[in-house]
């Protein structure tokens, strides 16, 4: 079975700053794709960004881009000119055969005026 | 579009009793899913179905039932709730039934379970 691990329960950052959030998971599979999600305090899921792990490049969505690493299995999400509205709890999540996702345990993140 | 929608938002229950929690979407998606999510936990695959007519069991499929009413809606039913099962509980769709797991999931706002 996959594992996904946030390992920075929480993180803070400056309005206009660049933060990453880091993420690990665990596959014996060669292709699958990886998500971020985000939760801001509305509770409404939404995807920040899609990689799908048989493309090298690493996917951009406007200020928002990976660090895709397939070999050390590792996803980290770069947030550039941090907004107050990115404040939110971001979930990795993995993937799965049949489209089933597995979610890491989420890092919340606050932007700070 | 009104996307996914979930009844109710909130609920209280007491331990034995029972619940569905409904869940609807309009873009005609063939994939459902229903998920918790619990502090320090993520979200949890509770039940899942691909495609109208078919349902599967997810992570923690204990204590839950589903039924797939038709490709618009998808119900979760939980018999006889306990004080574990207390959490939000999250329905979603997607395009599917693709298999390679690449698919958006669309989520509904949540509903919040609390059984005492």
């Known amino acids: 079975a996959q594992t996904v691990t946030q390992s920075q329960p929480e993180m803070s950052v400056q309005e206009a700053e660049t933060v990453t959030l880091s993420c690990t998971y665990d596959?014996?599979?060669?292709?699958?794709?990886l998500f971020w999600y985000k939760q801001p305090p509305s509770r409404q899921m939404i995807l920040v960004i899609r990689?799908?792990?048989?493309?090298?490049q690493n996917a951009t969505e406007n200020r928002f881009s990976v660090n895709f690493q397939k070999a050390a299995k590792s996803f980290s999400l770069k947030i550039s000119d941090s907004q107050l509205g990115d404040t939110a709890m971001y979930f990795c999540?993995?993937?799965?055969?049949?489209?089933?996702?597995?979610f890491g345990a989420g890092t919340i993140l606050r932007v700070k005026s | 579009n009104a996307g996914v929608t979930q009844t109710p938002k909130f609920q209280v229950l007491k331990t034995g009793q029972s619940m569905t929690l409904q869940c609807a979407q309009d873009?005609?998606?063939?994939?459902m899913y229903w998920y918790r999510q619990d502090p320090g936990m993520g979200l949890r695959l509770i039940y899942y179905?691909?495609?109208?007519?078919?349902?599967d069991k997810g992570e923690v499929p204990n204590g839950y039932n589903v039924s797939r009413l038709n490709k618009r809606e998808f119900s979760l039913r939980l018999e006889s709730a306990a004080p574990s099962q207390t959490s939000v509980y999250f329905c979603?769709?997607?395009?599917?039934?693709?298999?390679?797991?690449?698919?958006?999931?669309?989520f509904g706002p949540g509903t919040r379970l609390t059984v005492l």
């Open positions: 979603a769709s997607s395009e599917g039934p693709g298999l390679a797991g690449g698919d958006e999931q669309f």
């Open positions: 596959t014996s599979e060669n292709n699958y794709y």
């Open positions: 990689q799908e792990a048989y493309k090298q």
């Open positions: 999540a993995f993937g799965e055969y049949g489209n089933k996702l597995v």
């Open positions: 873009m005609n998606h063939n994939s």
């Open positions: 179905s691909a495609s109208e007519g078919t349902t």
